[in-house]
Every structure is written in structure tokens, then in C-alpha cells.
């Protein structure tokens, strides 16, 4: 009668050990996005501050949205459009 319950107990440790796994890759990956992101608002920051001509709002929808998403790719997109006055915010 015992070994129904055994089996229910092996089931639950090996789901734990599945979702622990789950959630590490899925932790990993997270770390990744936001070191991406938080790299490309201080590429923002620091063009804005040493690059004549560059005025990329930080605080502006627009900009929060594309570089959260994209990261320091999508901070260098907003700055050579900015260097070429196509970003109008």
C-alpha cells in the first residue's frame, strides 16, 4: 500500500528538479536582456554626453520602448538617427 505514495513522491522530486531547471536556463537568459538593456541606456547616456549634435531623449516613450526591447542595438539605431536629425522626438 506504501508504494502509491513512494511513486506520487519520486513524481514530485523529479517535477522539482525539472522546474528548478526550467526556471535556471530561464533566470540565465533574463540576465543576459538586462544587462543588454541597461548597457544600451547608458550608451544613451554617454553618447548624449560626449557626442556634439547627439540629443536622444532618455525619458521619452519612444526611446524607453526600443531600447527595453532591443537593447544596445536598438540604442545605436536611435543615435545615428538622431546624428541624421531623422528622430524627431
Known sequence: MALPGLFIDIILIVLAIIIAYIL????KSVKKL???IIVGFL???VSNWLI????VPLFNFVTILVTA???AFGALVL???NLFSL???
Open 24 to 27: 535556471y536556463r530561464g533566470l
Open 34 to 36: 538586462a544587462v543588454n
Open 43 to 45: 550608451l544613451i547616456i
Open 52 to 55: 556634439p549634435g547627439v540629443n
Open 69 to 71: 526591447l532591443t537593447g
Open 79 to 81: 543615435i545615428i538617427l
Open 87 to 89: 528622430f524627431p522626438f
